[in-house]
């Protein structure tokens, strides 16, 4: 069965950096595009950045939204089944639930609504 764990969330202040983690299980993450997605209090989700399948590239390509653009980093460990999100110069505006999501296809989008698999969510909080 398909499952998607988030982790790493917590409470820092502005211009601290975290690592989210995504680990995949049930499915092989490397033929999934991967998507990292928030949502704020009141707010719809949104995506935040996503990577393409990898298949048997060692060079998948991301996309990332123009407000994480420089500061966020999405990356993907092929042993250890998991997708990464490193969040760096982080900003209040940055705060909300962190989800992962899979889509088997080989492009990615920061569509949520095109992702059929979905984690329970990791809250990130930033202080200012």
């Known amino acids: 069965q398909l499952r998607i764990v988030e982790s790493g969330g917590g409470l820092v202040q502005a211009g601290e950096s975290l690592r989210l983690s995504c680990a995949a299980s049930g499915f092989t993450a490397q033929y999934y595009a991967m998507g990292w997605f928030r949502q704020a209090s009141g707010k719809e989700r949104e995506g935040v950045s996503c990577?393409?399948?990898?298949?048997?590239?060692?060079?998948?390509?991301?996309v990332y939204d123009d407000a994480v653009k420089g500061r966020f980093t999405i990356t993907r460990d092929t042993v250890r089944n998991t997708v990464y999100l490193q969040m760096d110069n982080l900003k209040p505006e940055d705060s909300g639930v962190y989800f992962c999501?899979?889509?088997?296809?080989?492009?990615?989008?920061?569509?949520?609504?095109?992702?059929?698999?979905w984690g329970q969510g990791t809250q990130v909080t930033v202080s200012s």
């Open positions: 990577i393409t399948s990898g298949g048997t590239s060692n060079n998948p390509s991301t």
């Open positions: 999501a899979a889509n088997p296809k080989y492009y990615c989008s920061l569509d949520p609504s095109t992702y059929p698999n």
